[in-house]
């Protein structure tokens, strides 16, 4: 970032920035007096009532505004660049998905970062290693909370052993750090067999229950493993037994932690019920959901949200002239079959199929579908498409895109999949109303 100022992306409509005619293309130099290292001072300089801002317009006149709002309320601008250069990983963890993708990929799909500013602000699980004292300062100081943390383990030695690194092992100190001084942690383990489950987990979840409740909550996710994984550490996926014997133990403890802290503090994520064949639990099992970028419940909130959406659509018959087909993973495949006969239902005569693709490009134990290629799904679908001679719609979940962008991992484009395979492509959410929106959006 360069020492005269940050440039401003873009202004807010209706925002504190726009009444005071800040303007896309201006830069920032500092926010009472202070200059801006990233967005983390950014966040913590603009949480006051009284702001005195300095403006460089791009003809290099400087204004000085000062202004008055709610604590915490934003002002409404955005920023290029405001994260000089976000931390790479230093761990070699022995589960590390990007160490068993394919030679030949985009750059950017290589990054593993482990940026706590990219935490707070994106989401991203860090996992504590690169952190210095300055750096612990800095995220109490800010109040950067919540911070999503990756544990997999609070045994010292073995999360040594898991992330490859020798400060992996302070892990539960930091937390501890972060506990006393009110900082908010939703944590992630993922779990390997063989690993850090069974004796290993039950110590994890009871340490980190201790924390509760700046340790809010914590999600456990199976180990993805591909066909790529020649010389790296020997892992094996669940399978119906294990994964069966986690849901069990988690369970188990859901129950204690719920008679303990008056909530169930650990959950799974869907994978685990549909590798062990199990019933997911029920809507108010997820407690609001706090862990749905971890696959937490996604199945159960698509369900409900679906069928709160077909409440509201009356029974009728459709003479339209579009085959559907919705396009996921084998794991969502009996899922959507599930809520494509329940439209069906609703919407009588509608051509509707659902089509599971197979992950040929990572390997057949990778079963979600946001990782699937373009490639696989053309080389699946289009044979499927021959037979169809109506007009040709395709419904896929966003999570197959690069976010903010439409295209698919193996840089297949949506405008290069819908040539290729003479379909309309539609985007959805993740979400059962928003795929509902879509069938009714475009049926004939």
């Known amino acids: 970032m360069k020492e ?17 005619d800040i303007e896309a293309g201006d830069k920032l130099i500092s926010i009472n007096g202070a200059k801006i290292k990233d967005i983390l001072e950014y966040k913590f300089l603009t949480t006051d009532e009284f702001l005195e801002l300095e403006i460089e317009k791009p003809n290099g006149e400087v204004w000085i505004l000062e202004l008055e709002k709610e604590y915490d309320e934003d002002i409404g601008i955005g920023f290029e660049g ?4 976000p931390r790479s990983c230093h761990n070699k963890c022995i589960f590390c998905f990007i160490d068993q993708m394919p030679p030949g990929m985009r750059d950017t799909l290589y990054f593993k970062d482990d940026d706590a500013r990219l935490s707070f602000l994106q989401g991203n699980f860090v996992s504590l ?13 800010y109040r950067i909370s919540p911070i999503n943390v990756s544990i997999h383990t609070t045994d010292p030695d073995l999360r040594i052993k898991m992330l490859n690194n020798k400060n992996a092992g302070r892990a539960l100190e930091y937390l501890e750090k972060f506990k006393e001084n009110g900082i908010e942690v939703k944590a992630q383990i993922v779990l390997c067999p063989g690993v850090n489950d069974n004796e290993a987990l039950d110590k ?14 914590v999600a456990i996710v199976p180990v993805g493993i591909t066909r790529y994984r020649e010389g790296l550490f020997p892992l094996k996926p669940f399978d119906k037994l294990t994964a069966a014997s986690t849901i069990s133990q988690v369970e188990s403890r859901q129950k204690q932690f719920l008679e303990e802290l008056d909530t169930r503090f650990v959950f799974l994520s869907d994978e685990f019920y549909i590798i062990a064949e199990k019933e997911l639990p029920i809507y108010e099992a997820y407690e609001g959901f706090p862990q749905l970028e971890n696959g937490v419940g996604l199945i159960t909130l698509f369900r409900e949200e679906l069928d709160a959406a077909l409440r509201d659509v009356e029974e009728q018959s459709v003479n339209g002239h579009n085959s559907y087909f919705i396009v996921t993973g084998e794991y969502g495949g009996t899922i959507l079959a599930e809520a494509a006969e329940k439209v069906r239902q609703k919407l009588k005569g509608i051509s509707l199929e659902v089509k599971a693709i197979k992950n040929d490009f990572f390997g057949e134990t990778v079963k979600v579908s946001g990782l699937l290629t373009g490639r696989d799904i053309i080389e699946q679908m289009k044979p499927i498409l021959e037979k169809h001679h109506k007009n040709r719609i395709i419904l896929i979940p966003d999570n197959m895109l690069k976010d903010g962008e439409n295209i698919f991992l193996d840089d297949i484009t949506l405008e290069g999949l819908e040539n290729t395979l003479g379909a309309k492509v539609i985007v959805c959410n993740q979400d059962g109303s928003d795929l509902l929106r879509n069938i009714l959006e475009y049926k004939g």
Do not use: F, M, Q, W
């Open 82 to 85: 405001i994260i000089d250069k």
């Open 129 to 141: 290693t690169n952190l210095t004292k300055s750096d612990i300062d800095r995220i109490i100081r």
């Open 4 to 20: 005269n100022g940050v440039h401003i992306k873009n202004v807010l409509p209706g925002s504190i920035a726009e009444e005071l």
């Open 204 to 217: 994890t979840l009871l340490d980190l229950s201790k924390l509760y409740p700046e340790v809010n909550c």
